[in-house]
Every structure is written in structure tokens, then in C-alpha cells.
């Protein structure tokens, strides 16, 4: 719906019933729906608007993960919608094509939140990648994969599953877009598969079951300079990876997740995600094309501060999120280079809003290609250093904070998270 030339979406968050299991239906939450929310698609240049009501009976907040935007848009914790209020954030898309996400972010209310079903994906084009030979015909060979946990008690409702693990509940059911044990019939020869961790506490390593090498094409916020070939990518809460994979004439291949290590997956090691069917006879794909995307080698020659950010227990520098501090504050349209180590044998990640970062080094080192891409959320392995090129462009606001904090739901709500304003 396009009005007055703005772009508006509609979401309403509301209470309800789906029917995963047996024995019996699930409470839920959903957008304009009882679980998840409709895909939403913008393009560059586009300005959007979205009219997000709260049917709840509890506040909320829409954040929309990975954009760019006005913080007072951008639906953290300071941008609660009461029960029956509608808010309308507005602004204008100026960033390349990527999979982005929306979820609440209301705080100490997100993993709850997230995990009765409020979420739902944001994808942006350009026409830069819609010059590209790749599968991009939403839910026919470019389909959205929403990867969550979750466990099921004998009546149907959402359970404890696995336990309070140290960071977070793990399920022992894998669900895609709502669904479980799915299987997607591909019609073509090859499909993009964007998929989203979209778990509170679960770390994912996708791989296929035979080990066939796919192609990575694109991280969180957009495509990589040339595709990736991969037999595997891991995903920690909250990243997004986009994958083109070749399925033959008739062929079973399931998705998996491996353990990057077994003690962060309690419950399993090795299990399905998705089976995928090739079509007996498929259409055409085109080959990815072989260069994606010109990015700007990350220089911090002209960053401006160095900060750094030490993740422990659930603080961050010894600190716990407090809504009435400010922690730092940067000047618009200047980049900074931030340091972040983890310090706990704890997974823990680091997400910032507003912007798409790149990654200088790890512990000295240029960084894997697949973390050599635009990224807005990233998982800590314990004590390694990780130097991020951090940018604030164009939107300067001197009261509305930005967030910073771990992406395993529990720890954010727990506290470990930090704001900053950009003036
Ligand atoms: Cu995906 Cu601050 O969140
Ligand atoms: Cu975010
Ligand atoms: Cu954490």
C-alpha cells in the first residue's frame, strides 16, 4: 500500500491459538496473525511507514532489527506501545539490499515476547542486486527460513523444554516459520534460503546432511563481495545468512544443525532443520553470478574513538543496563572502532542498532569471509578480540539512546545491554 508516496505496512500484535503439536493447541502471539508476522519488503530509496497496533494486554515494542534509522523510529526500549495504542514510525529505506528482522525489545519483556511468536522478517532490495543473476522470487526459490527452538508440555503450551540453560531456555523442537518438522518442495534448480536465528538462546551450525558445498552469498546487512563456498555456516541469535544451493532432479537433502559444540545444544548434536525435495524436473537457475557486490575495504584510519567492550557474566564492562543511563555518546557521521571480548566460558553476542559494522581483525587477524561482510550482530568465541569499524551516518538525536547488548534474549533482559546516543 502505497499512499502519498510512502510505503505503509500495517502490523498488529495480537494474542492466539496455533496448533503445532498433538496435544493440543499453543497460546501464542503473532502479528496479523497467531504466530510470527507477515515478510515485510521495501526497497532502497523507499520511505516506509509502519502502523504497529498493540492488541496486547501488555506494552510492546517493535524494533526493527539491522536498519538503519531515526533512534525514535528505531522501537527500542524507550518506545513502549500500550495495550490498544498504535504507533507510526516512519523512515526512509538507505541501506543495500539485506535480510533484515523485526521483534519486541520492550525491556526485560523481549525473550518472552519473542518466543510466544512475535517476530517476523524485513527484506530490503536494490537494484544493484536485482541486477544479479540469483533466485529472488519470494517463497519460490527465495524463501525465508525463521529457525526457533522451542519445547512443548502435554497440553500443548510452550514449556521450559531443556531447562534454564546459563544462557537462556533451550527447546527440543526445531520450528520453521511456525512449523515443525518441515519440508520445502523446490521447484528449481537452485534456491536462496535466507536464513534467521531467530532462537533466544540456541546457537546453530547449518550445514546439509550429505555435506554439499552451498554457496554464502550475503550476511546480516547485505551481500558479500563474491559468494562463499561453504559446507557449513554457524548462526548465533539474531544473524541472518543467505545461502543459494543447487537441489538435483528428484533428489531428499535435509538441513542441519550441528553443534558447533555439544554443550551449548543441550538436547541434540546433530538434528534436521528443513527437508528440501527437488522437483523431478526443475526449472532453470541461473549460476550465481561470481562478483556480488563492491564493499569498501574497512579502513579505521579515520576513526575518531576506540572503545572497548568487555562481555561478562550478564554485564558489559561491569555494568547492567540501566534505562536512565546514557553510557557514552557519539558524534553523527563519524566511525569508531570498538573492541569487544568475551570474557565468560558463557556464549554471548554483540548487536548494535542503527548500524551495519564490519570487522577489522580477530585477535589480530583479517577476519573469515563469512564475517567479512556487512554485520550487525556477531558471536564472541571466549577471549578472542574482535575489533569492529563501528559508523553512525546522518541521524543525530539528542535524548532518544540507541541499544548495544548480548543477542541470547535471556542476558539482554537479564541487563546486558548499554545505550549510547549519537548527537
Ligand atoms: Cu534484535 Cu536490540 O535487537
Ligand atoms: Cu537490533
Ligand atoms: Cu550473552
Known sequence: LVIDGVRVFRLEAQSGATDFVSQGPTPTLGYNGTYLGPTLVAARGETVRVDVTNSLDADTTVHW?????????DGGPHSPIQPGATWHPEWTIDQPAATLWYHPHLHGETRAQVDAGLAGMFLLRDPDEAALALPRDYGVD??????????FSSDGAFSGGLGMQFDGVLGDTVLVNGTPTP??????????LRLLNGSSARMYDFTFADDRTFDLIATDGGLLEAPVPSTSI???PGERAEIVVTIAS???????????????????????VMQLRGADAPSPSPEVAPVLA??????????????????????????????????????????????????????????????????????????????AGWKDTIALEKDRVYRLLVTFDDYADPTTPYMYHCHLLWHEDQGMMGQFLVV
Open 234 to 236: 554457524p548462526l548465533s
Open 65 to 73: 532489527h539491522g536498519m538503519h534509522l531515526p533512534a525514535a523510529m
Open 142 to 151: 527465495d524463501i525465508p527460513v525463521i529457525v526457533q527452538d522451542r519445547s
Open 250 to 272: 528428484g533428489e531428499r537433502v535435509a538441513l542441519q544443525s550441528r553443534a558447533p559444540d555439544p554443550a551449548l545444544n543441550a538436547g541434540a548434536a546433530t538434528f534436521d
Open 183 to 192: 519440508h520445502l518442495d523446490v521447484a528449481t534448480e537452485r534456491v536462496r
Open 294 to 371: 563492491e564493499l569498501p575495504a574497512p579502513d579505521a584510519a579515520h576513526s575518531v574513538t576506540e572503545r572497548s567492550f568487555v562481555m561478562s557474566g550478564h554485564n558489559i564492562n561491569d555494568r547492567q543496563m540501566d534505562m536512565s543511563r546514557v553510557d557514552f555518546t557519539v558524534n553523527v557521521d563519524t566511525s569508531e572502532v570498538w573492541t569487544v571480548r568475551n570474557e565468560n566460558p558463557l556464549p554471548h553476542s554483540f548487536h548494535v542498532h542503527d548500524t551495519q559494522f564490519r570487522v577489522l581483525t580477530i585477535d589480530g587477524a583479517a577476519p573469515p569471509p563469512r564475517l
